[in-house]
């Protein structure tokens, strides 16, 4: 029998039986589709937040206090009061002059309530200095970022992040408007003018939700700001690597210089470059693709078992057809290749439509926003033939046992009944 | 053409064994057109499966155009069941919801044969079924059913046609008609037929009658057909 001959059998069969064949189809459908879609997905995602730390500039060593420090939190503003790192550090850094480094900003984030006229929103402040937004590549909406001169005299004046200046100035622009931070649930509130907004910044950047002053001008006005011997507490230190240079050498002398300073062995700071960074979340974002892509296997096994059962019952219901097809002079090869056949249709057929689907709610997904989250779909061609190739194995493997007891069928028996 | 020695057929139910054949022998030539007659559980359909290699003796002897068949491997004996034999059922078996015309090209599909379609139509029309080529088995009467399968496993152009029973679920005139093809098929294209029945009305079409009782043969006795008794031309009036 001739495959295109086993094919039409098939078609007939499965013809016959509409319903029965697309919902058997459906299993593998869900399936092969959400291995697609998940995968999508949990690559999507490394993707993003990839890309969200690439982002922030390139060659950055970011270094934080190991007691405010969230790993791969980049932008956190918690626990101030608490960190170990101090202005003293950001100048040593730059002093020393370490090979490689090419910049060095250190910042002070404080979270705080931004109000102009009625409209309040709450942001964080980052205290920090003119080179940040060269060190951060942050582009400008309209004014300028803090510069140089506003450093040396300490002025009071703001850049807004764009979510922050939309929510304050609506449809306006903000430069040279006033905006007062409330500090401290209230307990402190400064007037700064702002000077710039920030272009928007890409994905879920944190700079669209932040303001921007420059550090000199609120340390003189914060007092909890220092440490009991007279340093400048700050949140984080950004060191920009030249490009080029051995990160991983730059991070060893940063380390061996903040241990001098800290008089400790024991390092109580978290330094990462972005290469760290993206390796920690690559492997988080592993982890969670591996996950998605079982939990879609297993339904992928699902399906696969609903085929399974179908044939099965397909060739019990059959044993009288197969007797025939025997006195007409089929071999069990014959027979096998038929409900092989069969399976494997339904299975494929179920593939195609299922890659059809997946790849399909993958695009339609990619880039909307759902519960608040911007959802990056990452359609792998590896993901599409793992899926298909699963599902053809499952075709086959559901189909050749019920194959083979049809085979077996006594046709004498069979055609007794 | 055919030769059975000492056949015997034994099933094993339960610790009991049936002797369904026991030292058959039988010598069957190519256009004779034979019945075998027979009480119920004599062993007729268990021969006929043993002749159409469907079933395999448990002992014994057979030959088939001079070479044994009893020890070829299973898909060897399938291809050439399906070239050398046609089968055709007391009830009729045929395939749900497929027309005359496929029914009839099913054992060509097995035999890689190009021309399905036509040798189909023609040998539906050898049955005087010409103009029912696309009727499905519920658009069908029961003779014509059978028709049908005898198109079937004409088909194949066989060495023997093997029919059980072919005419126990139709009328007298129908059953008449169905006759009188075998016997043109075995007079005009030299075609073999072995059928089993309990009816002497359908016998007597045949040239040599084969009586079984308890899986043995007890008579085979050859006669006239009962159109060699009359004058030629007298053919199916
Ligand atoms: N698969 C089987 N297992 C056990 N015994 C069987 C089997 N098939 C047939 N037999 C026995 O073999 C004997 C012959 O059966 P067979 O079907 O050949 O009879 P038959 O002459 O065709 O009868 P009928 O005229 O009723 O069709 C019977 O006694 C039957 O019970
Ligand atoms: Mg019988």
Redesign the pocket.
Same mark, same amino acid.
């Given at each position: 029998m001739s495959l295109l001959d086993a094919f039409r059998i098939t078609l007939r069969a499965i013809f016959a039986n509409r319903l029965r064949s697309a919902l058997t189809s459906l299993g593998i459908v869900i399936g092969v589709s959400s291995v697609i879609v998940l995968i999508a997905v949990g690559q999507g995602t490394q993707q993003g937040v990839t890309d969200r730390i690439r982002g922030l500039g390139t060659g950055l060593i970011f270094i934080e206090s190991s007691a405010a420090a969230t790993t791969a939190q980049t932008g956190g503003g918690a626990g101030l009061a608490e960190s170990t790192l101090v202005q003293g550090d950001a100048d040593a850094i730059e002093a020393n002059a370490i090979p490689g480094v090419a910049g060095v900003a250190s910042r002070v984030a404080i979270d705080a309530q931004v109000v102009a006229g009625a409209n309040n929103v709450g942001a964080t402040v980052i205290s920090t200095s003119s080179e940040y937004g060269e060190v951060r590549d942050l582009g400008m909406l309209t004014g300028s970022f803090i510069t140089p001169l506003h450093d040396q005299e300490g002025w009071m004046v703001a850049v807004l992040g764009t979510r922050v200046a939309e929510t304050l100035y609506p449809g306006e622009d903000p430069v040279g408007r006033e905006v007062r931070l409330s500090f401290g649930g209230g307990r402190l509130t400064l007037p700064f003018s702002v000077v710039g907004v920030l272009e928007e910044q890409g994905g879920a950047s944190e700079a669209n939700d932040q303001a921007f002053v420059p550090l000199t001008g609120l340390a003189s006005r914060i007092r909890f700001l220092y440490t009991p011997t007279g340093d400048l507490r700050v949140s984080q230190i950004d060191v920009q690597a030249q490009s080029g240079a051995d990160e991983a050498r730059v991070k060893e002398d940063i380390t061996e210089l903040l241990l001098f300073r800290h008089e400790t062995t024991q390092p109580d700071f978290v330094i990462q470059s972005q290469d760290d960074l993206i390796s920690a979340a690559t492997e988080v974002s592993n982890t969670l693709s591996i996950l998605l892509g079982s939990i879609a296997g297993i339904s992928l096994l699902v399906g696969g078992i609903g085929v399974f059962n179908i044939m099965l019952v397909s060739v019990s219901e059959r044993t009288r057809e197969v007797g025939i097809r025997r006195a007409v002079g089929a071999t069990t090869r014959d027979i096998v290749k038929q409900f092989v056949t069969e399976a494997l249709t339904l299975t494929l057929f179920g593939g195609l439509a299922g890659m059809a689907i997946g790849v399909g709610v993958s695009l339609a997904v990619d880039g909307r926003e759902i519960g608040g989250q911007v959802m990056t779909m990452l359609i792998q061609p590896w993901s599409i033939l793992a899926a298909f190739g699963v599902a053809t194995a499952v075709g086959l493997a559901s189909g050749i046992y019920p194959a083979y007891r049809a085979a077996t069928i006594d046709p004498?028996?069979a055609l007794?009944t | 053409m055919i030769v059975l020695r000492d056949i015997g057929?034994v099933?094993?139910?339960g610790g009991a064994a =049936?002797h369904?054949?026991e030292g058959v022998s039988l010598d069957v030539d190519r256009g004779e057109f034979v019945a075998v007659m !027979?009480? &119920? !559980? &004599?062993?007729?359909?268990?021969?006929?499966?043993i002749l159409g290699l469907l079933d395999r003796p448990s002992a014994g002897r057979y030959l088939l155009g001079g070479s044994d068949v009893a020890r070829l491997p299973d898909d060897t004996l399938a291809r050439l069941r399906g070239r050398a034999f046609g089968f055709v059922f007391q009830s009729y078996n045929l395939l749900p919801r497929m027309t005359a015309l496929e029914q009839v090209e099913l054992p060509l599909i097995y035999q890689g044969t190009a021309d399905r379609r036509r040798r189909a139509a023609e040998a539906l029309v050898r049955v005087g079924l010409h103009d029912r080529l696309g009727h499905q088995p519920t658009e069908l009467s029961g003779g014509e059913q059978q028709r049908v399968a005898i198109a079937r496993s004409l088909v194949v152009d066989p060495l023997v046609l093997l029919a059980?029973?072919p005419t126990g679920a139709l009328d007298t005139a129908t059953e008449a008609d169905l006759m009188r093809l075998f016997s043109e098929l075995v007079e005009n294209h030299g075609l073999t037929v072995v059928v =089993?029945t309990?009816e002497p009305s359908v016998a007597r079409y045949a040239g040599r009658i084969v009586k079984?009782r308890d !899986?043995r043969i007890i008579e085979d006795s050859r006669r006239l057909r009962e159109w060699e008794t009359h004058a030629p031309g007298e053919v199916g009036r």
């Open positions: 004498i028996a007794r | 057929r099933y094993q139910t =049936v369904a054949l !027979g009480p &119920s !559980g &004599s062993g007729k359909t268990t021969l006929m499966n059980d029973e =089993v309990h079984m !899986g």
